[in-house]
C-alpha cells in the first residue's frame, strides 16, 4: 500500500513539474529577429531626463544597455551605475529601476527582449 502511495505521489509531482515547465515555455517573453530601434529614457537623481536612441540587432534590453554605453558589459546582469551616476543601495537605499512605458518590469535586462519601437525608463529610486 505504501508502495502505491509513494508512486502516485512522484508521478504527481512529475506531472506538476511539467505543467510548470510548459506554463514558462508558453508565457516566456519572446524575442524579435533583426535591426530593432530602442528608445532608452534615463531618469536621473535631480529627476531631469534624457534619452537615447539604440539601434541593435541584440535581442534583449541589456544589448542595447550596452551598445549605447549607459551600462557596463561587466555590469549589465546587475548594474548600479548608469551614465555614470552610481546607484549604491548599501548606502541609501538608491537602485535603478527598470521599466517599459511606465510600467515597472518584472524581469531584469538580460531577460527583457527587444521589439523595433519599445520605449524603456531607467529611473534612479530611494527606498524610503
Known sequence: MKKNSLIIAVVAFLAICIAAVAVYFAF????????KLVTIQV???????????????????????VKSGLVSEEEV?????????????????????????GEMCMYGAKELPIADGDHYELTYTIDE
Open 77 to 101: 546582469a546587475f548594474f548600479s551605475t548608469v551614465d555614470g551616476i552610481t546607484a549604491d543601495y548599501g548606502k541609501d537605499k538608491a537602485w535603478w529601476c527598470i521599466s517599459k512605458d
Open 43 to 65: 531618469v536621473y537623481p535631480d529627476s531631469t531626463t534624457k534619452d537615447f536612441k539604440v539601434r541593435t540587432d541584440g535581442d534583449y534590453l541589456s544589448d542595447a544597455l
Open 28 to 35: 516566456i517573453p519572446k524575442t524579435q529577429e533583426g535591426s
